[in-house]
C-alpha cells in the first residue's frame, strides 16, 4: 500500500527563518506535486516535478525531487507570514491518475 | 482561474438519504477527480474520470459512484449517506493526465445528521 508522509505536519516558526518540509513516499514515483491550502479555501497548485533531480522555484519556495530517495522536499526561504498554509504534497506511483495525498503540513509563521 | 464549479457548497442531509454533489468544468479539460478531505487525513481520492463514461475507484470509493456523461460534468453520488461520510468534498480538474497541474474546486462540506 502507497504512503505519502509529510513531515512536519504542523510548524510554527519566525519570520525571516529557513525551513524544509519533508514528503517521503513508500513507492518508485517520477510525478510529484506541492500544492498549498489557506483555511477554508482550496488548493492551489505550486510546483509540478516530473523527474528525478527535478528543481523548481517560485519566490521564497523551492521544490525538489530525488525519485532514487523517494524524497521531494519543500524549502521555505527567509519565511513571511503570508506563506502561512498548510502544504500538501502528493504522487502518481503508478501512472494511472491516480494521485495520492499526504496529510499535509500545517505551516504558521510569526510575525 | 480555472472555470470549476462544485454546487452545492453546502449541505445538510439525514442518515439514508441519497445525495448527489456537481461537478461543473468549462476547460474541456480531460480528467475529473472528486476528493474528500477530513481532519488528519489530507486528501482521499473517492473516484476519478479520464473520459466521458470512463470512470475508475480511488482509495475511498466505497459508499460512492460516479458518472460523467459528458466531458464537463461528473457527479458523485452517496447512495445512502452516513455520518462517516460528513466532509469537505473537492473536484479537482486536468488536461493531460497528472504531467500538468491540477486545478481544484472550492469544495462543498455535506453533512450527515
Known amino acids: 500500500e502507497l504512503k505519502v508522509e509529510q513531515n512536519p505536519l504542523f510548524l510554527s516558526m519566525q519570520e525571516g527563518k529557513n525551513y524544509t518540509i519533508y514528503c517521503n513516499y513508500s513507492t518508485t514515483s517520477d510525478r510529484l506535486y506541492w500544492y498549498r491550502q489557506d483555511p477554508g479555501k482550496s488548493l492551489e497548485s505550486l510546483f509540478v516535478l516530473l523527474s528525478n533531480g527535478a528543481v523548481k522555484q517560485e519566490g521564497r519556495l523551492m521544490a525538489s525531487l530525488d525519485t532514487k530517495a523517494r524524497l521531494s522536499t519543500l524549502h521555505i526561504t527567509a519565511a513571511v507570514h503570508d506563506l502561512s498554509a498548510t502544504y500538501f504534497c502528493?504522487?502518481?506511483?503508478?501512472?494511472?491518475?491516480?494521485?495520492?495525498f499526504g496529510k499535509g503540513t500545517r505551516l504558521h509563521i510569526l510575525p | 482561474d480555472a472555470g470549476i464549479t462544485q454546487s452545492p457548497r453546502h449541505k445538510v442531509t439525514e442518515t439514508g438519504t441519497p445525495v448527489t454533489l456537481r461537478c461543473h468544468q468549462t476547460?474541456?479539460?480531460?480528467?475529473m477527480y472528486w476528493y474528500r478531505q477530513d481532519p488528519g487525513h489530507g486528501l482521499r481520492l473517492i473516484h476519478y474520470s479520464y473520459g466521458v463514461k470512463d470512470t475508475d475507484k480511488g482509495e475511498v470509493s466505497d459508499g460512492y459512484s460516479v458518472s460523467r456523461s459528458k466531458t464537463e460534468d461528473f457527479l458523485l453520488t452517496l447512495e445512502s449517506a452516513t455520518s462517516s461520510q460528513t466532509s469537505v468534498y473537492f473536484c479537482?480538474?486536468?488536461?493531460?493526465?497528472?504531467?500538468?497541474?491540477?486545478?481544484f474546486g472550492q469544495g462543498t462540506r455535506l453533512t450527515v445528521v
Open positions: 476547460e474541456n479539460h480531460r480528467y
Open positions: 502528493a504522487v502518481d506511483p503508478n501512472r494511472d491518475d491516480k494521485i495520492i
Open positions: 479537482a480538474i486536468s488536461e493531460d493526465s497528472m504531467n500538468t497541474e491540477a486545478f
